[in-house]
């Protein structure tokens, strides 16, 4: 019979080791909820029976009790009145009846204890159900952080990753090679753009400087 299994396999601290090292904790975790919710409608039901039984029993005694302590009072008024078979034959069925009684007591006690056993699992199956209904919130809240950091971590190091800093460092390259082409192309076009009056002031300019280097050469000579 499998009405107790989830109690009698498997301990809640099995059951979250078994999730930690699912490849998918929640699917796992939600299909324990699922077999433990059908074990705990199964107990339910046994439960009930159980009781339905213990009640039974304990009708049927107190039904049986009521009775005893009707004969005894009938056979006391037999007696009284001098009939003494029917006080004969309310002791005959006096005892019949308590021997019932005693069966029916029995039966109601064994019943009630196992009722009561089986409440008592029934309750400590609601609460399993329970934490493991907590326990899946708090592995859901896990699980999304832990592929969050994952995805986080990916990206992270393809963001940064060599390819990336290659094709940086060529932009660069490019990018000086192009500003030392347009300072080249500057200068080019400078030297280019002058005049023919800048080139005979240019050749002024040098005659004057060498005409007063010449002549401070022409005093030390003397000297």
Do not use: C, W
């Not at 399993?128 to 990916?154: F, G, H, P, S």
């Not at 094709?167 to 660069?172: D, S, V």
């Not at 080139?199 to 022409?218: I, P, R, S, T, Y």
């Amino acid at each position: 019979m499998s009405l107790f299994k989830r109690l009698r396999d498997l301990t809640l601290s099995n059951v979250y080791a078994l999730i930690e090292k699912a490849e998918d904790p929640i699917k796992l975790t939600d299909q324990y909820i699922r077999d433990m919710t059908e074990d705990l409608q199964d107990a339910e039901k046994a439960v009930a029976s159980q009781i339905a039984l213990e009640k039974k029993f304990k009708k049927l005694y107190e039904e049986q009790e009521a009775l005893l302590q009707k004969r005894i009072e009938q056979s006391h008024i037999a007696v009284q009145e001098g009939n003494l078979e029917l006080a004969r034959r309310v002791i005959e069925d006096k005892q019949a009846v308590e021997t019932k009684m005693i069966e029916y007591k029995e039966a109601y006690a064994e019943n009630q204890l196992l009722a009561n056993n089986l409440r008592a699992k029934l309750e400590e199956m609601r609460k399993q159900l329970a934490d493991m209904k907590n326990k899946r919130d708090t592995l859901v809240a896990r699980y999304q952080a832990a592929k969050t950091q994952t995805e986080i971590n990916k990206a992270m190091s393809s963001f940064g990753g060599s390819s990336a800093a290659a094709g940086m460092k060529r932009m660069e390259e490019k990018m000086l090679q192009a500003e030392a082409m347009a300072e080249a192309s500057n200068d080019l076009a400078a030297s280019r753009g002058k005049s023919i009056d800048d080139e005979f002031a240019n050749l002024g300019k040098n005659k004057a400087v060498e005409d007063e280097l010449a002549a401070l050469m022409k005093q030390y000579e003397k000297k």
